[in-house]
C-alpha cells in the first residue's frame, strides 16, 4: 500500500475513535504527514505497525476531583493524566489547569511532547495532564484544597522512576507546591516527583526561565544559519505568562525590542518596548489582567479582545520583524499570517504549543517565513525540567549560570538535529519535518528494539 494512502487510513482510524478531539486529530495529521519522506527511505516503521501504535497512549487516566470552596460548597471537577509512550524514558510533561481542558487537548499535547522530549536528547517519555479546574478567581485555600485532592488520585500514577509531571497553563509553583505537598504526605517519601519545584525543596535554579530563554536561543541559532541576528529586531510576542515573560526578558538581553504582550482579555502594544518590570509585577506578583498595563503607561496601545480583527488577533497585526506566539494552541491564523507577510515578518519562533493553525503555517511557509516549530524551540522547559530531575537524584544544587550554559547547548544541539535533519531530507529549513522525522525516528527505533510491548 502506498505510504500517502497508508497515512490517510490511520487518520480515518483517529477520527472514528477519538470523536471531538479536533486538536489531537490535528497534531497526529502533521507528525504523520510530515514523516511521509521517511516512511518511504526506511519500511521498518510500517513493517512493525509503529504509526498504529504511537498514536495510542500507552495508557489515559480520567478521574472525579471533588473539593470544597470557601462557602463550604462541594465542587466537582475532571482530571486527566495521559502516560502516551514511556520508549525513551519515563513519562514526562506538564499539567494545565485551564477550564477549555478535555480529553483531546490532553491527548494533543501529551502527543507533542512525546517528540519534543525526544529532541532534547534526554531519556525523558512524553505525558500530559490537567484539570478543567480554573484557578482564576480563587482563593489560596480553594487553589489548595483542588491541588490536594487532584494529587489524593493522581499520586498513584507518578513516581521519580516512572511519571514526573511538571506546570503548564494556569500550574506554577504556587499549584507544584501544593501538589507536592500532598504527594509527600500521601507517600511518606520526599522525591523528585515533580519539577517545577521551589529552591528551597528541590527545585532547579532558570527552570522558571528556561522555555522562554530557550525559545530566544533556538531563534537566534536559526537566524544565525542565514547570517543574521536579533539585534534590534522588533519582536511581538503573545501571552503574558511564564513563557512569554522570559521571552521577554532574553529578548532584551539579545538585543532586540519586545514591543507586544497580550492575555485572555487584550493585546499592548508598547512602541518603545514592553516594561518588563512593571509586567512582572501585574503579571506574577497581582496576578492583574493588562488593562493594569495600559493604566500605568499611556503611551502603550491596549486592544480589547471585542475590537480584535474578524478571525484574528491584533497582535499579530502589529508590525515586526520577528513574531514569538507563547500564549495558546489556535493563537495565530491565517488572516494573522497574512499580516505578518504583509509587514515583512523573516521568522515565526512558537513558544506554546500548537500556536499555529495549520492553514496559517502553509501561508507563512509558501511565502519564505522562517517558521520554528514549538516541540523544538520550547523545548528548553523540559529539558531543564530533566536538569532538575537530574539534580534531585544527586542531591545536588547547580547555579543559575551553570544550568543556563546547559540550556544554551542542549538549545543548539535541538536546533543542529532538526536542521540537520531538513537537510538529510532535502527540505532544508524546513524545521516541521526536521523535528518530526528526528524527534520519531529515535522514538519508533526504541520501540522496536525493545518489541512489541
Ligand atoms: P501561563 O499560564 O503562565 O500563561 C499563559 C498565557 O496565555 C497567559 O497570558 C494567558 O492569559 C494566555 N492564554 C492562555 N489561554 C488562553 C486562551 N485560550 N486565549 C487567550 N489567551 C490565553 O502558561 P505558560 O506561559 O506556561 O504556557 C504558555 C504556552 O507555552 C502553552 O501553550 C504551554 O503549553 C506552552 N509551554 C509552556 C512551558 C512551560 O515551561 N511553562 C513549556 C513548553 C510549552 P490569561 O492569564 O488571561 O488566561
Redesign the pocket.
Known sequence: MPVNQKIEDILDYIQKCSPGQDEFYQATQEVLQSLIPLLEQDNRYLEHNILESIVVPERSIIFRVNWVDDAGKRRTNVGYRVQFSSAIGPYKG?L?F?P?VNLGIIKF?GFEQIF?NALTGLQIGGAKGGSNFDP?GKSDNEVMRFCQAFMSELYKHIGNKRDVP???????AREIGYLFGQYKKLTGEFEGVLT?KGLNWGGSRA?KE???YGSVYFAENFLKVYEKDLQGRRCTV????????YTIEKLYAAGAVPIS?????GTIYHEKGIDLASLKAI?EIHHK??EEYASLHPDAVYTG?SHYPENGHAVWHIPCDVAFP????N?LTLVDAQKLVENGCILVNE?????TTPDALDYLRNNNVLFSP?KAA?????AT?QLEMSQNASMSNWSFEEVDIKLRTIMQNVFKTVYDTSIEFDCEGDLVKGANIAGFRKVADSMIDQGSV
Open positions: 506538564g494545565r485551564h477549555t499535547l519534543k482564576k511538571a506546570g503548564d497553563i494556569g500550574v506554577g517545577g527552570r528556561a522555555t522562554g503573545s501571552g503574558s505568562g511564564n513563557v512569554a515573560i504582550c497580550s492575555d485572555s482579555k503579571k489582567s493588562l479582545v507563547s500564549a495558546t494552541q493563537e513558544g506554546a504549543n500548537m500556536p514549538g520550547n523545548s528548553g522547559g523540559v525540567s
